[in-house]
Structures are given as structure tokens and as C-alpha cells.
């Protein structure tokens, strides 16, 4: 059965924005790192951003500034605020959780460090 469930993707001009949601269902995951992954055609699925349970927060250099990553535990849910959004953000974006590594010292972007995956939501920025 599906445990996380993304949404909020769609197409935008560059410079605008969205927001992302991940709701969590099944599991509890307060006390999983939880992150945003994107891939784009014939490229590798990369890390965007990722939070562990208290809200200490990474992001890949390319979207500092610009995403903010947030959960709201009591709701199981997850977020990502995409502003000042560009073409080459453009991908299918996954939400995705981990327990083993995750550490207030270490908060992965690697995603074969996560175990439980969505099914994506797209986002196309154009120009």
C-alpha cells in the first residue's frame, strides 16, 4: 500500500511559486528524516531537501533561499515552499523517509539512504 502520497506540482512561469505536501499514512513518521527529491529525464534523482523530527533542516546548494522545508507532525505531513522557482527546477519531485541514519548531525540527501518513497508530483517551470 502506498504510505506517502505527494501533491501540489503543476506549471508555473519562472519566478513563480508552489508548495508541495507529503501526507504520511500507515506509519507514524515523527521520528523519520523525511526529504524532497527531484529527477528530471535522463538525469539522477537528486536531493533537494531534507528534516529530520525537531525541524533541524539540509539543502542542496542550488535551492538555498529559495525552498524552505517544513513538517507538520501532528498532521504526518510534509511540505516544500518553491519561490523565485526556475527552469531547471523543473522535474518530478518525491517526497521520501529514512530512520536508520537519521541524526540531528546528519541528515541525508542520498537517496539510497530512504526506504519509503511517494509516487512523485511533477513540476515544470517555464521560461
Known amino acids: 500500500q502506498v504510505q506517502l502520497v505527494e501533491s501540489g506540482g503543476g506549471s508555473v512561469q519562472a519566478g513563480g511559486s508552489l508548495r508541495l505536501a507529503c501526507v504520511g499514512s500507515?506509519?507514524?513518521?515523527?521520528?523519520?528524516?523525511m526529504g524532497w527529491f527531484r529527477q528530471a529525464p535522463g538525469k539522477e534523482r537528486e536531493g533537494v531537501a531534507a528534516i529530520d523530527g525537531i525541524g533541524i533542516t539540509t539543502y542542496v546548494d542550488s535551492v538555498k533561499g529559495r525552498f524552505t522545508i517544513s513538517r507538520d507532525n501532528a498532521k504526518n505531513t510534509l511540505y516544500l515552499q518553491m519561490n523565485s522557482l526556475k527552469p531547471e527546477d523543473t522535474a518530478m519531485y518525491y517526497c521520501?523517509?529514512?530512520?536508520?541514519?537519521?541524526?540531528?548531525?546528519?541528515?541525508?540527501?542520498?537517496?539510497?539512504?530512504?526506504?519509503?518513497w511517494g509516487q512523485g508530483t511533477q513540476v515544470t517551470v517555464s521560461s
Open positions: 521520501a523517509a529514512e530512520r536508520r541514519y537519521c541524526r540531528a548531525d546528519y541528515i541525508s540527501l542520498l537517496a539510497y539512504e530512504y526506504n519509503v
Open positions: 500507515e506509519y507514524d513518521y515523527s521520528d523519520y528524516c
